[in-house]
């Protein structure tokens, strides 16, 4: 077994990164995610967001040689389950590989929280468990090819989240910017009518 962890501190609210991340997908850092399916979601009784995704990928991230060892498909199914707390500003993600479970298993777990010394920032933690059968001949091999393969992965990551928050404010400047063209156009005043 391989454990890989990382931190991150994200220069934006928790309510941004977290609207972010349901709209990560597709970006041009990943353009290996080709579907997001939503299987189930629900908010329990103490304003909890649960969610249940598909995600299927087109391109693994180890090297080509292994996955045609392998006899990999061309697609890769990711199970995730997530839990949006906003009350405690916590968004947690865990997915699993359904893919060649039966060779390798990865666990992988990102949490989403307002930073506790800044409130303007988000830290993510994020970790993954890689588990290697010996069907595979040199599991430490193939868990640290992995491995490797998250730290790249999670950088674009970042990068994606980083991406999603530019594209969001840069589509809520051009929505007040042509909600008050609108307005001018129509000779209305911007201030609120007084009762």
């Known amino acids: 077994m391989k454990i890989w962890s990382t931190e991150h501190i994200f220069g934006h609210t ?4 977290t609207m972010a991340a349901w709209q990560k997908y597709p970006n041009p850092m990943n353009p290996n995610v080709v579907g997001t399916d939503v299987l189930e979601r629900h908010v329990d009784d103490r304003g909890v967001l ?4 598909l995600l299927t990928t087109a ?40 893919s060649l479970s039966g060779l390798m298993t990865v666990h992988e777990t990102l949490k989403y929280q307002q930073h506790p010394d800044n409130s303007e ?3 993510l933690t994020q970790e993954a468990r890689i588990d290697a059968t ?4 040199a599991p430490g091999y193939f868990e640290g090819l992995v491995a490797d393969g998250f730290t790249t992965n999670a950088a ?36 609120m009518p007084k009762s």
Request: charged share 25%; hydrophobic share 35%.
């Open 156 to 191: 674009k990551g970042r990068e994606a989240i980083e991406w999603v928050c530019k594209k969001i404010n840069t589509e809520m400047q051009d929505f007040a910017a042509g909600a008050q063209s609108f307005v001018a156009g129509m000779g209305l005043s911007q201030e």
């Open 134 to 137: 010996s069907l595979l001949g």
């Open 50 to 53: 649960h969610s249940h995704r």
């Open 59 to 98: 391109k693994w991230s180890v090297p080509r040689f292994v996955t045609s060892f392998l006899g990999i498909d061309e697609y890769c199914h990711v199970y995730e389950y997530s839990t949006v707390d906003p009350k405690s500003k916590l968004m947690t993600l865990r997915s699993v590989n359904l």
């Open 121 to 123: 920032k988000t830290l």
């Open 14 to 17: 928790w309510e941004q990164i």
